[in-house]
């Protein structure tokens, strides 16, 4: 059974500060690797994805990925409230490209 | 920005019941997916469809359950004798490739059984 590892949280980050979610993933010859935003009540929204390991800038997020750790982090630059929402990492098994979901982060920013 | 679209937003039905969910995936996409979501839990992987027959199926979509492409727009899921553990947020999404880079998610069909 493939795992894919997330603290639950709550993490609560003041307005305008760094926001560092974590994950860790136990297939080893996994290849990409997903961060979706999910607010109570809505569907996931894919927000980033990173294929090779090192950084990956998009906008106020960064992914940052180690393949030999097997470990993917997601990192929010100037929290916004509207930024309060779960964060599920996904990562498909190698092999397939279905991903299996972490039971997400849930981050709250408080003004 | 098109969008996938989910019908119903909430079912409740009788333990024993068929149920059929409903999807409308983005038109040029090629790939179908259905995951559901139990209340505080993981999103789960139910099936993939492509080319108008399963792709890829998780252990939770057995004999129970089964999809379909009845046309060119929807994208049925169906449960054929609902449980009480089938309770649980089901969402469809479309890829207009196998990876997920570009998988969009529709809002989701609350199922309820009582």
């Known amino acids: 059974q493939k795992e894919v590892e997330q603290n639950s949280g709550p993490l609560s980050v003041p307005e305008g500060a760094i926001a560092s979610l974590n994950c860790t993933y136990s297939?080893?010859?996994?290849?990409?690797f997903f961060w979706y935003r999910q607010y109570s009540g809505k569907s996931p929204e894919l927000i980033m994805s990173?294929?090779?390991?090192g950084d990956k800038e998009d906008g106020r997020f960064t992914a940052q990925l180690n393949k030999a750790s097997q470990y993917v982090s997601l990192l929010i630059r100037d929290s916004q409230p509207s930024d309060s929402a779960t964060y599920l990492c996904a990562v498909p098994s190698g092999g397939s490209y279905i991903p299996t979901f972490g039971r997400g982060t849930s981050l709250i920013v408080h003004p | 920005e098109p969008e996938v679209t989910q019908t119903p937003s909430h079912q409740v039905t009788q333990m024993g019941q068929e149920v059929i969910l409903r999807c409308v995936p983005i038109?040029?996409?090629?790939?179908f997916y259905w995951y559901r979501q139990i209340l505080g839990q993981k999103v789960e992987f139910l099936v993939s469809f492509y080319n108008n027959e399963i792709s890829e199926k998780s252990e939770i979509f057995d004999d129970q359950f089964s999809v379909e492409r009845p046309d060119g727009s929807n994208f049925t899921l169906k449960i054929r004798s609902t449980k009480l553990e089938d309770s649980a947020m089901y969402f469809c999404?479309?890829?207009?490739?196998?990876?997920?880079?570009?998988?969009?998610f529709g809002p989701g069909t609350r199922l309820t059984v009582t």
């Open positions: 297939d080893r010859v996994s290849q990409s």
């Open positions: 038109s040029n996409h090629l790939y």
């Open positions: 999404a479309s890829s207009p490739r196998r990876d997920i880079y570009e998988q969009y």
């Open positions: 990173i294929y090779s390991n």
